[in-house]
């Protein structure tokens, strides 16, 4: 970092070499380029701090998945909330099999485009 006497110098040099009109201006442009480097900085710094606390909450969602399954093949779960002996439609009305097709109801509606017609 540069001293007392090296800033008097560079100083001496930038009103020689610019003179004393430019130098003011100058010196609010080199101001605000400074001040936008500092505030880009800040982001980037920010954003980094987001990256690592999601990579942090991704290995202990991992790690408490692990335990889940682990929990959950001790007890005989299978899958996402089946048990060993459940089926498919162990939601739907008792009559239901778990073989039958699909009906019209459980298909989703084909996209339409209200432009074309």
Not at 16 to 36: Q, S
Not at 96 to 106: G, N
């Amino acid at each position: 970092m540069p001293g007392m006497q090296e800033w008097l110098i560079i100083a001496v040099i930038a009103l020689l070499v610019f003179g004393p009109d430019r130098l003011p201006e100058l010196a609010r442009n080199a101001g605000r380029m400074l001040a936008r480097l500092r505030s880009e900085t800040q982001a980037n710094v920010d954003e980094l701090k987001r990256m690592s606390e999601i990579q942090e909450l991704r290995a202990e969602l991992r790690e408490i998945e692990r335990e889940f399954r682990g929990s959950a093949n001790h007890l005989g779960v299978q899958g996402r909330g089946r048990t060993a002996g459940s089926d498919r439609r162990s939601s739907a009305s008792p009559d239901a099999v778990a073989d039958d097709p699909p009906t019209s109801s459980d298909r989703p509606a084909p996209p339409t485009d209200p432009e074309a017609t």
